[in-house]
């Protein structure tokens, strides 16, 4: 069985950048894993952070169940996600279990610090899955595996000095839109705290209208989401591309 894991700093992360990748490597045979890091805590006005913390917890495992993917359980609060060795060694420990072929992270360059440090941890945690002496918590014996690590787009499709990102490549997600919107609408206490907060009027025409963008950067596609594809050193060969393999009729 081929693996496929996404890791974000927050529930909708997965929905908002990459889902509709995930979506179709599900269709394609690969199993699926979903993990946000932080718990959602500070994603809402209107409730405190415990209870805000269940709802989009529970939010996120109903997205997860859409498309059957395994659900991993948040690590902190949100804004908690830091670059300690505390951390890289559960995360560490999560990626020796799972075993992914497919690694899809955030942007290394983004507007919050969450998304940022969500991506320096994932991929020291991936970099130290084959060490032996690095010990995880719990404890795990080091995997050796091929892994392609895949950064997604930025929420915006700028970094935190609001200069343009430019993919590597695009897959083109024109054929599942509709299971992303799904997926998304499962995160129904985001609407109410992304319109107060940061002015935008409806959640899933935001989504649709930066997936239509994305797919006018490629000049080809009605919805695209866009990704570049991390350095294959202390991860796999140079050549070991596999997203670009299975996926090679809709990408760009």
Sequence with gaps: MKIAMAAVAHPDDIELMMAGTLIMLRDVGYELH?????NGSCGSVTMGPEETARVRTQESRNAAALIGATYHEP?????EILYTDAL??????IIRDVRPEVLFLPSPQDY???????????????????MPNYPTDPPSAAIDNEMAIYHALPYGLTDQLRRPITPDFYVDISGVIERKKS???????????LDKTQGLDNYLNMMTDMSAQVGRMSGKFEHAEGWRRHSHLGFAS????PLRYVLAELVL
């Design 34 to 38: 979903y993990m946000n890091i932080a």
């Design 75 to 79: 690590l902190v609060n949100d804004l």
């Design 88 to 93: 890289v060694s559960k995360l560490c420990k």
């Design 112 to 130: 919050m610090e969450d998304h940022m440090n969500s991506c320096r941890l994932m991929v020291t945690a991936a970099f130290c899955r084959n």
């Design 183 to 193: 997926m998304l609408s499962c995160h129904k206490s985001q609407k109410e705290w």
């Design 238 to 241: 140079e050549d070991f591309d």
